[in-house]
């Protein structure tokens, strides 16, 4: 029997709703006992938590590793050292690789890669079609055999309606998930920011919120018809909510996401034109940004994610027109997500009910929950601990991160994957 111990924790769960001091005991990987007292050390390693969080470790979709294609920009084992360092136990994966991940040959290669290299858990996704060109589905049911836990086409909108709905139709008789990226394609097309006076005084081209909200309200129209299970990868609009919510109300299998980056930045911190910032969708207005914080409070939204996306140097060092979208945060996710809990607009069992709990929901997971029997992957950090971020200590293979320079809060001590230990801060 391989016994671990956590005392004096204070316990974060975020299925409970609770933030309490206690122990919690982890027994051949998996979550044996918890409570309040005394803790039963008897033939069982002993870790003294001094009264940092332990939570479920996050569970973060929509991560991008560039394996295979553009391994210069990320690996499995760089993404996986991040997420260790960040606190997340479990990623998955997106298919814009070069190839696309839309053959269970690809996926099967990426499996072994991450097996291989990754010191957390990855699941993949794969294609909704091929080539993500939304002109001919993929193979959902040979894809799902070979491990694709939800099928994307990333930031390419199937603009054919008849295809997603014949790919809606196809994934509901399999019971697999969509994941979407709602927005209005011929709106957005070429968009660097988001349209108001800010855009309008720096030049940029940018696109209104109303797309977002266009693109969702065809998507759950599409939803009444196939009765598809359907993930939203991106609401980061205020206009784009009240759809959200009546199309949950109607019983319809729709949940949301958000990007961290989204909730923690507006369009002001674009400045003058700091690619770092250049994400997409691209940054809104501070109004929308509290409007989505408040969405996550109340549970409208249902995850949070870092939507890691590397970008190398030459991708980032162009007029902000011409720079790729994208920014990593596997490491910055859990500092980032802290802001708001220091502002006091979010505690910290709503913060791992969105980045832990509601994603491992979703995907039909044990893990994201401090519950008896589930997988001990937790996540051990002091949520006070101050520090200033020099994006080269990042451990991903592209730094491009908004954070650089920003005092932040929050700091990961350690991290484990089945009870094992897969990143001590040194």
């Known amino acids: ?4 111990v956590f005392t004096n924790a204070r316990l974060i769960d975020p299925e409970a709703g609770t933030d309490s001091t206690g122990w919690l005991q982890v027994v051949d990987g998996r979550i044996a006992e918890r409570d309040i007292g005394d803790a039963p050390v008897q033939n069982a390693q002993v ?14 979709i929509g991560v991008k590793v560039c394996e295979p294609g553009e391994r210069h920009k990320e690996s499995y084992k760089s993404a996986g050292l991040a997420a260790a360092a960040g606190g997340v136990t479990t990623i998955v994966t997106r298919p814009d690789t070069l190839p696309a991940v839309d ?17 957390v858990n990855v699941l993949p996704m794969a294609a909704l079609t091929k080539g993500r060109e939304g002109r001919e589905m993929t193979e959902i049911g040979f894809l799902q055999d070979a491990g694709a836990v939800a099928f994307t086409d990333c930031d390419h909108v199937v603009t054919n309606t008849k295809v997603f709905s014949r790919a809606l139709t196809y ?16 709106l957005s097309a070429g968009a660097a920011a988001t349209s108001g006076k800010f855009a309008a005084l720096r030049g940029l081209p940018a696109v209104s919120p109303m797309a977002e909200r266009m693109g969702l309200d065809r ?21 784009a909510l009240p759809a959200l919510e009546r199309a949950k109300r109607n019983g319809l299998d729709i949940t949301a996401g958000t990007s961290i980056h989204h909730l923690t930045l507006n369009e002001l911190d674009v400045a003058d034109y700091r690619t770092f910032f250049k994400v997409k969708p691209p940054l809104r207005s501070e109004a929308d940004r509290q409007a989505v914080i408040e969405a996550v409070r109340t549970g409208l939204i249902d995850t949070i994610s870092s939507m890691h996306t590397p970008q190398d140097e030459e991708s980032k060092r162009l007029p902000f027109e011409e720079a790729a979208s994208g920014a990593v945060a596997l490491e910055t996710l859990l500092p980032a997500a802290l802001r708001l809990y220091h502002a006091e607009q979010v ?26 029997g589930a997988p001990a992957d937790l996540v051990l950090f002091d949520p006070d601990a101050p520090f200033v971020l020099d994006r080269f200590t990042l451990k991903s293979k ?7 320079g920003q005092r932040m809060q929050g700091k990961v001590s350690a991290t484990f994957v089945a009870g094992q230990d897969v990143y001590r801060r040194p």
């Open 347 to 372: 505690d910290l069992q709503t913060l791992f009910r969105a980045m832990a709990l509601n994603p491992a929901k979703r995907l039909g997971l044990d893990c994201g929950r401090l519950s008896v």
């Open 171 to 186: 994934a509901k008789s399999c019971g697999a998930l969509v994941i979407a990226h709602p927005q209005e394609p011929g």
């Open 219 to 239: 998507d759950i129209a599409l939803l009444e018809m196939t009765g598809a299970a359907y993930h939203a990868d991106q609401i980061t609009t205020a206009r």
């Open 398 to 404: 592209s730094q491009n991160t908004p954070f650089d």
């Open 103 to 119: 053959t269970p040959e690809t996926l099967e290669f990426a499996t072994r890669r991450a097996q291989a290299d990754a010191p």
């Open 47 to 60: 870790i003294d938590c001094g009264g940092q969080c332990l939570a479920p470790g996050i569970v973060d």
């Open 1 to 4: 029997m391989n016994a671990v």
